[in-house]
């Protein structure tokens, strides 16, 4: 099945920026892809590297453009707050500027400069935990693809009151953008600290379902997606997807 994307966003945006930010591909290659004829948007394919894609709009890659992408280095990263994960704006800092030597855990070269790395699946610059960035357009296809099934767990610190009510509010019931979430796995490990276990990955997701029943995100960490955990990886530390963890992740 081609790899597809819809923009949930509130404004058009240009193509090459949304396949950056959706982990498809570097703007630079989505440029090509683009020249190439390779991608639709609503079924009609486009040349124009300036057109922007409408929301509530999908584009979708042609399968020589999946087989170009498919090839690539997986990068694990334990990303710390402050830190963005894709393509910064002006006077933000990329999660890409962590690769180094220095913080590198384990064997893998060092990626270039020039690599394009997008993130597969996004997280705030305020939040932290486990960040994938690719080059892999299988692996993207399988963590964040339409046909995916992964599973992502998140730690969350939270400020306000906590009751039952609101847990069950938060499992099932909550709607986001005018559409109903899928139910989510949530559950309180300690007082002020709560378990999310989700199956979508809306914009600031977490943060906007808690708000919506009166708490506030304190902290949020990722430590897992799908069968690939954080661990004992400190933040700021990266090191290469093994093969075993990439068969893990496609199935």
Known sequence: MAVARTWDGDEPVRLNKFMGQSGLCSRREADALIAEGLVAVDGETVRDAGRKIQPGQTLTLADRAEAQLAEGVTIVLHKPVGYVSGQPEPGKVPAVRLLTAANRIGDGAVPAKDTSLPPIGRLDEDSRGLLLLSSDGVVAKAVIGPESDLDKEYLVEVAGQVTEAKLDRLRHGLELDGRRLKPARV??????????????????QIRRMCELVGLEVVDLLRIRIGPLELGDLLEGRWRVLTAAERAALVG
């Open 187 to 204: 559950t309180r490990v300690e007082p002020q600290r709560l378990r999310f276990v989700l199956r979508e990955g809306r914009k600031r």
